[in-house]
């Protein structure tokens, strides 16, 4: 089962990346072709701040050791490497939601 939680109002999202906390939880906002992609703040590899990487169509790019994900096939890391945990998002009333699954 998931709930689906208030995370961030659609004023407050920027061009390219936004950051956002969610119970004591980092996430990054990012528009990518008129949509909004929510994926985890931290990258997988050595926890390094992804709202400082580059954003590139649907690839960000993480700025420790360049591990590139695809967001748009699910965080999957273009190399094989472990992916970067992606979530759904909707849009109700002027705020985005993100779908919390049970095991966060």
Same mark, same amino acid.
């Given at each position: 089962?998931?709930d689906?939680a208030?995370?961030?109002? !659609?004023?407050?999202i *920027?061009?390219?990346m936004t950051?956002?906390?969610l119970?004591?939880?980092g ?9 909004y992609?929510?994926f985890?703040?931290l ?6 701040s ?13 700025? !420790?050791?360049?591990?590139?994900f695809? !967001?748009?096939s699910? *965080?999957?890391e273009?190399? *094989?490497?472990?992916s970067l ?9 002027g705020t985005i ?8």
């Amino acid at each position: 089962m998931a709930d689906w939680a208030k995370l961030v109002d !659609l004023k407050d999202i *920027g061009e390219g990346m936004t950051a956002v906390t969610l119970d004591g939880r980092g996430y990054v906002v990012a528009v990518i072709e008129d949509e909004y992609v929510c994926f985890d703040a931290l990258c997988p590899h050595r926890q390094a701040s992804l709202i400082d990487g580059f954003l590139e169509e649907n690839v960000v790019t993480c700025p !420790l050791h360049g591990w590139r994900f695809d !967001l748009q096939s699910k *965080g999957k890391e273009i190399h *094989g490497y472990r992916s970067l945990r992606t979530y759904e998002t909707r849009v109700e009333n002027g705020t985005i939601l993100i779908k919390m699954e049970n095991d966060l």
